[in-house]
């Protein structure tokens, strides 16, 4: 953003229509109509979203006076009476209040933040929020698919967006694929709000060093793998489907997805010699497993399909979210299996 330029100005408007609109829009200066009243207390955090009825917070309810909208923690905070607020700064944070690194195998999810003059900070959410950089990768109709839509990993980090309308698209959530071949490589985000710009510096780590046995307790006890894929990661056979079941119109075999038959098989995930299986093609590194999983794509870009899991931001349970340290667990259990 250009810090000579004209400042954004954030109005908030005491009454009337309070949809987020732009008026006078460019990368000088851009006017932000909010709905609300007032100004709400130095310490207080928001989302802004496009969709933001006048006096309305993001869930529907209706913020107090003198709460800066869809704000309910600030009631009875006295308005600013000094004038329309500015949007004095952005920044691109993680969303996991983590500093700005990711390893390869990561989905790192983004949000922008604005900073006004009263010292509010302001979450802009996704709506509104384009990501330009790095390149956004739009996964292919797994019925229909061409050839890869990936970058191709080389001396430089390699990372993208995806939007997947097949799986549904996560907004803002960095996937990195490869470290690069450099001593201290970064990644540059960057991103408009409106008209205004942003970027930030990703930090990538160090490859992560998986662990076998951890591994093996997430494929077969924390996220039970094994019912789509095999106890072993070989794929799901045909023979495994019931006595009386039916084949296809075009004689196709159906197969069994944790008891549901679907007209295609989990694929084997082992490193099984000249089986074509995920961890015995070298196409498939530890990183992109890891980003395939959890961006629901193959190494082509293609989009997976039902049964598979929806990896990105999964809990485990415990508090711990998956990253890539448990797919390089996953991915060095997988290289044991060969049956």
């Given at each position: ?146 050839a890869s839509v990936l970058p191709e990993t080389g001396a430089q980090p390699t990372a993208f967006f995806v939007q997947n309308a097949w799986r549904g698209s996560k907004p803002g959530t960095l996937f990195v694929v490869d470290r690069g071949t450099g001593s201290s490589p970064e990644i540059t985000v960057a991103a408009t709000y409106l008209d205004a710009g942003v970027s930030a510096t990703v930090t990538i780590l160090p490859d992560r060093v998986g662990d076998a046995a951890a591994g093996g307790q997430l494929f077969q006890r ?118």
């Amino acid at each position: 953003m250009n810090r000579g330029a004209a400042l954004l100005v954030l109005a908030i408007a005491g009454s009337g229509a309070g949809l987020l609109a732009a008026s006078g829009c460019s990368s000088d200066g851009t006017v932000l109509l909010l709905g609300g009243a007032g100004a709400a207390d130095a310490t207080a955090t928001t989302d802004v979203t496009a969709s933001l009825d006048a006096g309305a917070a993001p869930d529907g309810t209706t913020a107090p006076t003198g709460a800066a909208p869809g704000d309910g923690a600030s009631e009875g905070a006295p308005a600013d009476d000094a004038g329309p607020l500015t949007v004095t700064s952005m920044a691109i944070l993680s969303a996991y209040g983590t500093p700005l690194q990711a390893a390869a195998g990561d989905a790192l999810p983004l949000l922008v933040q604005l900073t006004l003059s009263n010292g509010v900070t302001v979450n802009a959410g996704q709506t509104g929020v384009v990501w330009v950089a790095p390149a956004t990768v739009v996964a292919q109709d797994p019925y229909d698919a061409g050839a890869s839509v990936l970058p191709e990993t080389g001396a430089q980090p390699t990372a993208f967006f995806v939007q997947n309308a097949w799986r549904g698209s996560k907004p803002g959530t960095l996937f990195v694929v490869d470290r690069g071949t450099g001593s201290s490589p970064e990644i540059t985000v960057a991103a408009t709000y409106l008209d205004a710009g942003v970027s930030a510096t990703v930090t990538i780590l160090p490859d992560r060093v998986g662990d076998a046995a951890a591994g093996g307790q997430l494929f077969q006890r924390a996220l039970l793998c094994y019912g789509c894929h095999g106890p072993t990661a070989g794929g799901s056979p045909a023979e495994t489907l019931p006595d009386g079941a039916v084949a296809l119109a075009d004689g196709g075999p159906l197969f069994l997805l944790w008891g549901q038959a679907y007209p295609y098989p989990a694929p084997g995930l082992n490193a099984a010699p000249d089986s074509g299986h995920l961890a015995a093609d070298r196409a498939w590194t530890e990183g992109m497993f890891a980003v395939g999983a959890q961006a629901d794509i193959d190494n082509h870009g293609v989009a997976l399909r039902s049964p598979m899991p929806q990896w990105a931001g999964a809990n485990l349970g415990n508090g711990h979210t998956l990253d890539a340290q448990d797919f390089a667990d996953l991915y060095a259990w997988l290289l044991t299996q060969t049956q």
